[in-house]
């Protein structure tokens, strides 16, 4: 397998001035201090309807397209300067290169913040969730619930205000828990500090001796599982092709007893972990993410940490 030639990752940073979007920026300067990483700012410009309504008279049509154009230069000129502080802002903490994209609104927000993040190569979009019920994110259709049904890349819901940097990254055995593995090892690969545990939760009567490890402990040793012990294998191959050292990262495997959501819920508390990570499968539409999946559990559950959810 090829070693990855992508050397730092680049975020979809959603920002609006609102207290959600300032939530987010502070988890990157608090979770990610010290990383290197590529940060677009995305602010979406809403503008008044009525400044884009055609006037018959020519006069007033003229006086329209006169003042559209000083709004809309005032407007970006005026978000251009507040994203670049919030840039500055960061750097002071982390190693970023930002860019700064201030766009028109087409459209729901949700739908904005999707078309652009198909015009670059991101490697996540990071949106601050407001505290909404779970009831209540569904019926407004919220743009965290929107991003998550349809982005084709992973999405970090950030919530709460405490964070710290230690990662929790739940994998399954199929090739959603690979892909995860290989997600989070190259998005923290030039993190000097992230702790990052992997945790499996499994059959209460699966056949184990070894149940927490280093990552490069479980392929030295013989688990008593040749399944188990092909996992833990393909996990360190995607991890070292990420140039990232398995040494510095601890693997347990979980009897199930609550069901994944709730075991995955249970570590995350105990280890007062500030990111969880879990995947999201398939595409199976709304009742694919909402009725009961181990993702949108993990997502609706916590208000006081972050959520990424590959995709």
């Known amino acids: 397998m090829e070693k990855s030639t992508k ?8 920002y609006d001035e609102s207290l959600a979007s300032k939530r987010a920026l502070n988890y990157l300067k608090t979770a990610f201090k010290g ?17 884009f309504i055609p006037q018959a008279d020519i006069l007033k049509e003229l006086k329209r397209e006169e003042e559209l154009e000083e709004v809309l230069k005032r407007t970006f000129k005026e978000v251009e300067a507040n994203l670049k502080s919030m840039a500055e802002f960061l750097q002071r903490d982390l190693k970023i290169k930002f860019f700064l994209k201030p766009v028109l609104r087409q ?5 904005t913040i999707l078309r652009c993040s198909k015009e670059n190569l991101y490697d996540g979009i990071i949106i601050g969730r407001r505290g909404l019920s779970k009831m209540g994110s569904f019926i407004m259709g919220s743009v965290s619930y929107k991003l998550l049904h349809l982005s084709e890349i ?19 055995r199929e090739e959603m828990g690979l892909k995860i593995a290989d997600y989070v090892t190259f998005i923290l690969k030039n993190h000097p500090l992230a702790e990052i545990n992997f945790l499996h939760v499994t059959s209460p009567f ?30 360190y191959e995607l991890v070292t092709n990420n140039l990232f050292d398995p040494k510095k990262i601890r693997f347990k495997v979980k009897r199930a007893l609550f069901g ?30 909402v ?21």
């Open 206 to 235: 699966v056949k184990l001796k070894i149940f927490e490890e280093t990552l490069e402990g479980l392929v030295t040793k013989d688990c008593g599982n040749e399944e188990y012990q092909d996992f833990f294998f393909k996990i």
């Open 260 to 289: 994944p959501a709730g075991d995955i819920i249970r570590e995350v508390k105990k280890g007062d972990y500030g990111t969880v990570v879990v995947g999201k499968r398939g595409k199976g539409g709304w009742k694919g993410f």
């Open 107 to 111: 459209g729901e927000i949700g739908e």
């Open 7 to 14: 050397l730092i990752p680049h975020l979809l940073l959603c």
């Open 35 to 51: 990383a290197e990483l590529e940060l677009t700012f995305l602010h979406i410009i809403s503008i008044s309807e009525n400044l």
């Open 291 to 311: 009725l009961g999946s181990v993702s949108q559990k993990i997502v609706n559950y916590f208000s006081d940490r972050a959520v990424w959810v590959v995709n």
């Open 154 to 172: 992973p999405v970090w819901i950030i919530r709460g205000e405490d964070w710290n940097q230690k990662f929790l990254v739940a994998l399954d």
